[in-house]
């Protein structure tokens, strides 16, 4: 049995403040200040007309590539498992493991509110669920095998405010749990087939109106998939 605790505290991390060139929101100048702070020679100011009571001339140039300013932090559990034992004139092994996101936080800029995104969709199409659970058993012979896996992923926010998004129906995209069986036989010496069936039970995958395939990651729109794999050894 394993357990791991992993905390990641990335400072100073990517920001782009292409969007600040038009701020307007006490959010957005508070955020365009922090920039200026950090960066004053980013912006290059023209001469200083006569009277100006801040003595500092107006900005002409603002150099907007993507900046180090933010904060990201991360903190996850995660669990694991093995368990072998003989029975008869083969070996059983059992394994599992999960995974329980904590937290995933991210502070564009240091006066900025911390974003929690833990289990949120983003707009980069990325997105972290809750958790999710592994399970496996296979039961193996010097001549065949047999096993069975079972998957689980908890859902996820469709935004961070984690409210109602009519397209969508709700404010979230439910848990998916799917099983998958596969085998083996070796036919000769150096001759294998192997076989297995994915999403045994036909689960089509969730709908996700964020991503353009319109169904979430952890799915597959071919539902249940069958294959067969012929290994030949030289």
Do not use: C
């Not at 002409?60 to 590539?65: E, G, L, N, S, W």
């Not at 984690?162 to 848990?175: K, M, W, Y």
């Not at 995958?205 to 071919?222: C, E, F, I, K, M």
Request: charged fraction near 20%; hydrophobic fraction near 35%.
């Amino acid at each position: 049995m394993r357990a791991d605790w992993t905390r990641i505290v990335i400072n100073n991390g990517y920001y782009d403040p292409q969007s600040l060139l038009n701020a307007t929101t006490p959010q957005e100048l508070s955020a365009l200040a922090d920039f200026m702070a950090a960066f004053p020679d980013r912006f290059r100011r023209g001469p200083v007309p006569a009277g100006d009571p801040y003595g500092v001339g107006p900005i002409i140039y603002v150099d907007a590539t993507t900046a180090n300013l933010s904060r990201y932090t991360r903190e996850a559990l995660d669990f694991s498992g093995d368990y072998q034992t003989l029975i008869g004139e083969g070996q059983l092994t059992i394994s599992g493991s999960a995974t329980l996101l904590l937290n995933i936080a991210s502070k564009l800029t240091p006066s900025a509110a911390a974003r929690d995104l833990t289990g949120v969709v983003s707009t980069a199409n990325f997105y972290s669920n809750g958790g999710s659970l592994k399970f496996k058993g296979v039961y193996s012979t010097p001549k065949w095998n047999f096993g069975v896996r079972a998957r689980h992923l908890s859902g996820y926010y469709v935004n961070n405010l984690h409210t109602l998004v009519l397209e969508q129906g709700s404010n979230r995209v439910d848990a998916s749990t799917y099983f998958d069986i596969y085998g083996g036989v070796k036919l000769f010496r150096k001759t294998e087939i192997s076989i297995g069936l994915n999403n045994e039970l036909d689960k089509p995958p969730l709908y996700d109106v964020t991503r353009t395939s319109g169904y979430a990651p952890n799915g597959d729109p071919r539902m249940r998939t069958f294959y067969a794999n012929l290994t030949q050894r030289f």
